[in-house]
């Protein structure tokens, strides 16, 4: 999945009709609501958006239509696998009926190109784990640990007898990482994750 990185916007005149798409990052329906309030013109004969965060989304025509709005700017997002975002299209409108057809291309086109024209970073899934580490082990398996990618430490704590280190990994490398600590302790110590 993609996340944006900062605020988007595409503006595109359609026989006549102009259409601007403002996508945001948002991580919560409250937010998107906020955003979509923010971001709708008074001025403006239609505010057409869509928002997915995770499983969740919602999609609005606004008096557009049924299925000519809303559904095409949530296909724009899903086509390009964004997450955590809201897009707004707002249409001021131009005095030419574009028909069904016309403002699916319009809204969806429109919600497409702004979010093939913003910053998005790919989005990794990660655990949090800690590791109980012996004295004598904690320099080599700490070094090895700094030295992969996707994995940082996040809090070292120390005890009478060694320390615990607190790592983020990337999901898709818990069994490589648990496989190293293991091996370089000779099983003294295990990665467990939270």
Same mark, same amino acid.
């Given at each position: 999945?993609? #996340?944006? =990185?900062?605020?988007?916007?595409?503006?595109?005149?359609?026989?006549?009709?102009?259409?601007?798409?403002?996508?945001?990052?948002?991580?919560? #329906?409250?937010?998107?609501?906020?955003?979509?309030?923010?971001?709708?013109?008074?001025?403006?004969?239609?505010?057409?958006?869509?928002?997915?965060?995770? =499983? &969740?989304?919602?999609?609005?025509?606004?008096?557009?239509?049924?299925?000519?709005?809303?559904?095409?700017?949530?296909? &724009?997002?899903?086509?390009?696998?964004?997450?955590?975002?809201?897009?707004?299209?707002?249409?001021?409108?131009?005095?030419?009926?574009?028909?069904?057809?016309?403002?699916?291309?319009?809204?969806?086109?429109?919600?497409?190109?702004?979010?093939?024209?913003?910053?998005? &970073?790919?989005?990794?899934? $990660?655990?949090?784990?800690?590791?109980?580490?012996?004295?004598?082990?904690?320099?080599?398996?700490?070094?090895?640990?700094?030295?992969?990618?996707?994995?940082?430490?996040?809090?070292?704590?120390?005890?009478?007898?060694?320390? #615990?280190? +607190? +790592?983020?990994?990337?999901?898709?490398?818990?069994?490589?990482?648990?496989?190293?600590?293991?091996?370089?302790? $000779?099983?003294?110590?295990?990665?467990?994750?939270?």
């Amino acid at each position: 999945m993609l #996340e944006l =990185q900062q605020p988007s916007t595409f503006e595109q005149v359609v026989k006549k009709s102009r259409f601007l798409a403002t996508a945001l990052p948002v991580a919560s #329906e409250e937010e998107a609501k906020a955003a979509i309030a923010a971001q709708s013109h008074a001025d403006a004969n239609h505010n057409c958006w869509a928002w997915r965060i995770g =499983q &969740a989304y919602r999609f609005s025509d606004d008096g557009e239509p049924s299925g000519t709005a809303g559904k095409p700017i949530l296909a &724009a997002i899903d086509g390009h696998a964004v997450d955590k975002v809201v897009v707004i299209v707002t249409r001021w409108f131009g005095g030419i009926l574009l028909g069904s057809g016309g403002l699916v291309r319009a809204y969806g086109g429109t919600a497409g190109q702004c979010l093939k024209s913003a910053q998005l &970073a790919e989005v990794r899934p $990660s655990v949090e784990g800690a590791v109980h580490l012996e004295f004598s082990d904690l320099a080599r398996v700490k070094a090895r640990l700094q030295s992969h990618p996707d994995l940082s430490i996040t809090d070292e704590r120390f005890g009478g007898t060694g320390a #615990e280190l +607190i +790592i983020r990994l990337a999901e898709a490398h818990v069994e490589t990482v648990s496989t190293m600590i293991t091996d370089l302790t $000779s099983g003294r110590s295990q990665l467990q994750l939270d």
